[in-house]
């Protein structure tokens, strides 16, 4: 009788230990949309809809015409080696750290930082956070 009463009480602790546990999570989810503008090597990154996101969390990695940048910008951030200071929206460390539906994040390539942007190339901007992608967006300047 003890034996099954303990058999009984370990199966139950499994199967709550196996049911309990989240699977790993996956990467909130955002429509974005990048716009460049070459003369100012300005990025612009607006959210359309999608889930809120924590700049905090939020990593961005810029490409032009499939080369990195010399220096990434951290977001969020106010001066940074090789941006302009003074990024707008939720890119600026001076505001708030969330990212909703209908705001833009922007920021400007310092001349310190290469390769510059000419008209016509493709840049390509990651936004992702420790669980993953969430999205890859590329426009031509």
Do not use: C, K
């Amino acid at each position: 009788m003890l034996l099954v009463v303990v058999t009984v009480a370990l199966a139950g602790l499994t199967g709550a230990i196996v049911l309990g546990s989240d699977p790993a999570e996956s990467p909130p989810r955002a429509r974005l949309t990048l716009d460049v503008d070459a003369g100012a090597d300005r990025i612009a990154v607006t959210h359309e809809s999608g889930d809120t996101l924590s700049t905090e969390a939020l990593t961005v990695r810029v490409e032009v015409d499939g080369r990195a940048l010399a220096y990434q910008p951290p977001v969020p951030f106010f001066a940074a080696r090789g941006f302009v200071s003074g990024p707008t929206g939720p890119f600026n460390s001076g505001g708030d750290t969330t990212w909703t539906a209908g705001e833009t994040a922007a920021l400007e390539l310092a001349t310190t930082n290469a390769p510059t942007i000419d008209p016509g190339e493709t840049v390509a901007v990651t936004v992702a956070t420790d669980r993953g992608t969430i999205a890859r967006l590329e426009a031509v300047a």
